[in-house]
Nanobody
Framework: QVQVVESGGGLVQAGGSLRLSCAVS????????MGWFRQAPGKEREFVAA????????YYANSVKGRFTISRDNAKNTVYLQMSSLKREDTAVYYC????????????????WGQGTQVTVSS
């Protein structure tokens, strides 16, 4: 069974940066596309970014394009989300998830999820 554990969240001022990490157990990590989602209070979970198996392909939500960068290290079974120029509206719980489908932004196309890590951006 795949286990996903996010870390790196915290409190940051608007305009600041933060890097999230997501560790995935198991020997099949390099066979998964990986995605980051977020969920703010009272809102639905929304897509943030995703990366393909090799790390060469990435895609982003328009709201974070140019500010966030997703990357992965298959030797460490870890995917990262570097967040810069943070805004108050980026405040949310951030989740990492696995997928066998590259190119999707749908929650239902992602299988194993972590417990999430809180990111709070203050003004």
């Amino acid at each position: 069974q795949v286990q996903v554990v996010e870390s790196g969240g915290g409190l940051v001022q608007a305009g600041g940066s933060l890097r999230l990490s997501c560790a995935v157990s198991g020997r099949t990590f390099s066979s998964y596309a990986m995605g980051w989602f977020r969920q703010a209070p009272g809102k639905e979970r929304e897509f943030v970014a995703a990366i393909g198996w090799s790390g060469l392909g990435t895609y982003y939500a328009n709201s974070v394009k140019g500010r966030f960068t997703i990357s992965r290290d298959n030797a460490k079974n870890t995917v990262y989300l570097q967040m810069s120029s943070l805004k108050r509206e980026d405040t949310a719980v951030y989740y990492c998830a696995t997928s066998h489908t590259y190119g999707s932004m749908k929650v239902t196309d992602f299988g194993s999820w972590g417990q999430g890590t809180q990111v709070t951006v203050s003004s």
